[in-house]
């Protein structure tokens, strides 16, 4: 049912039991209060359906209809004055109560459903990245001792240098699905921060000078040790930087910011680049989604588990031709589990 029609649905039934309440006379008191129950079934139907703003929406907007009869009820006998009170009250606790609770149980849902995704798609990539691999090591070897031995020049040298260049995307693609298949747990370590974003810069700084592009690396209050898995948040961090200097524009700057308080330790990446369409921003951590021609869809999930695994979130903010920000929430970092 379209969203539309939802809301169509929710203002007939709200007109519908008002024209009913105000029709009866007035003197059937116990019919006015019989009447008055139907108003919440539009409201929990639009907790139900919109969430818990829009329980409090068709609340208010029953509220609204009913406050003629409170008003009539002023000054008459109080137990009549309080009854009315009460049942506006229950109206606008009714409407966002089974919208929290529609809310949640809908984010349960959508949690189960990825976590079943999740697990079928890295049985199913650990398969394909581990047969890919087995061919492709051997391959990749007879490749270059090919080219020592029969060195090659015009038209072929360039074939050959396709051939590399491709058999090494596709191991950088099984390197991915491995890693998005792995179960392991955790191994933390203690990290230094500085050290930790100098290795970082390290890694990505001469991706970032290949295409023009500048990376401003800082950090502020990390006071003291970290304990992470030092080689998956690194794969993560990198993972952001890449989509960022991707996004980026010769010339323009991305900057990288570690930050770290009480509960917390935060990996902040911000770009100048295109931005990301609204459309695309609840897909963008989903395995196998990828704006990019040569994209696999995978960093960005792999990045999402990581951080997930260290009881973190992420958070994205981004506008359309002003750039992008992602913060990575490592929870309990500073603390050795």
Same mark, same amino acid.
Not at 96 to 118: F, I, K, M, Y
Not at 289 to 316: C, N, Q, S, W, Y
């Given at each position: 049912?379209? $969203?539309?029609? @939802?809301?169509?649905?929710?203002?007939?039934?709200?007109?519908?039991?008002?024209?009913? /309440?105000?029709?009866?006379?007035?003197?059937?008191?116990?019919? /006015?209060?019989?009447?008055?129950?139907?108003?919440?079934?539009?409201?929990?139907?639009?907790?139900?359906?919109?969430?818990?703003?829009?329980?409090?929406? *068709?609340?208010? *907007?029953?509220?609204?209809?009913?406050?003629?009869?409170?008003?009539?009820?002023?000054?008459?006998?109080?137990?009549?004055?309080?009854? @009315?009170?009460?049942?506006?009250?229950?109206?606008?606790?009714?409407?966002?109560?089974?919208? !929290?609770?529609?809310?949640?149980?809908?984010?349960?849902?959508?949690?189960?459903?990825?976590?079943?995704?999740?697990?079928?798609?890295?049985?199913?990539?650990?398969?394909?990245? &581990?047969?890919?691999?087995?061919?492709?090591?051997?391959?990749?070897?007879?490749?270059? =001792?090919?080219?020592? %031995?029969?060195? !090659?020049?015009?038209?072929?040298?360039?074939?050959?240098?396709?051939?590399?260049?491709?058999?090494?995307?596709?191991?950088?693609?099984?390197?991915?699905?491995?890693?998005?298949?792995?179960?392991?747990?955790?191994?933390?370590?203690?990290v230094d921060p500085g050290v930790f974003l100098e290795e970082l810069k390290e890694t990505v700084s001469l991706d970032f000078h290949d295409q023009g592009i500048g990376l401003v690396c800082? $950090? &502020?209050?990390?006071?003291?040790?970290?304990?992470?898995?030092?080689?998956?948040?690194?794969?993560a961090v990198v993972n952001v930087l890449q989509n960022a200097l991707h996004a980026s524009q010769e010339g323009s700057e991305v900057r990288l910011r570690f930050h770290q308080d009480r509960?917390?330790?935060?990996?902040?990446?911000?770009?100048?680049?295109?931005?990301?369409?609204?459309? /695309?921003?609840? $897909?963008?951590? =989903?395995?196998?989604?990828?704006?990019?021609?040569?994209?696999?869809?995978?960093?960005?999930?792999?990045?999402?588990?990581?951080?997930?695994? %260290?009881?973190?979130?992420?958070?994205?903010?981004?506008?359309?031709?002003?750039?992008?920000?992602?913060?990575? =929430?490592?929870?309990?970092?500073?603390?050795?589990?």
């Amino acid at each position: 049912m379209k $969203q539309r029609d @939802k809301i169509l649905i929710i203002a007939s039934v709200i007109a519908f039991v008002t024209s009913v /309440h105000y029709g009866a006379p007035r003197y059937l008191s116990f019919l /006015h209060e019989f009447l008055a129950r139907f108003y919440y079934i539009p409201i929990i139907l639009s907790g139900l359906w919109f969430g818990a703003v829009g329980g409090l929406i *068709a609340s208010l *907007a029953v509220t609204l209809t009913y406050l003629p009869h409170v008003w009539m009820a002023w000054g008459g006998e109080n137990a009549i004055l309080l009854g @009315k009170l009460l049942e506006v009250s229950l109206f606008n606790l009714a409407g966002p109560l089974a919208g !929290v609770l529609s809310d949640r149980a809908r984010r349960q849902r959508a949690e189960n459903e990825e976590l079943q995704t999740l697990a079928a798609l890295g049985e199913g990539a650990a398969y394909v990245a &581990h047969e890919i691999k087995n061919v492709l090591i051997p391959l990749r070897g007879f490749l270059r =001792r090919i080219r020592e %031995h029969c060195p !090659v020049e015009g038209p072929a040298d360039s074939y050959w240098r396709i051939v590399e260049r491709e058999s090494a995307r596709l191991e950088e693609m099984t390197r991915s699905l491995l890693s998005f298949a792995r179960q392991a747990p955790l191994t933390r370590q203690q990290v230094d921060p500085g050290v930790f974003l100098e290795e970082l810069k390290e890694t990505v700084s001469l991706d970032f000078h290949d295409q023009g592009i500048g990376l401003v690396c800082t $950090q &502020h209050d990390c006071k003291g040790p970290l304990f992470l898995d030092r080689e998956r948040v690194r794969l993560a961090v990198v993972n952001v930087l890449q989509n960022a200097l991707h996004a980026s524009q010769e010339g323009s700057e991305v900057r990288l910011r570690f930050h770290q308080d009480r509960d917390a330790f935060h990996v902040v990446v911000e770009d100048e680049g295109v931005g990301i369409p609204e459309e /695309h921003r609840d $897909q963008l951590f =989903r395995p196998f989604f990828t704006t990019k021609p040569k994209g696999t869809g995978l960093g960005l999930a792999i990045t999402m588990r990581v951080v997930k695994e %260290h009881g973190g979130d992420i958070t994205l903010k981004s506008s359309p031709g002003k750039g992008t920000r992602v913060t990575l =929430r490592f929870s309990n970092a500073g603390r050795r589990e």
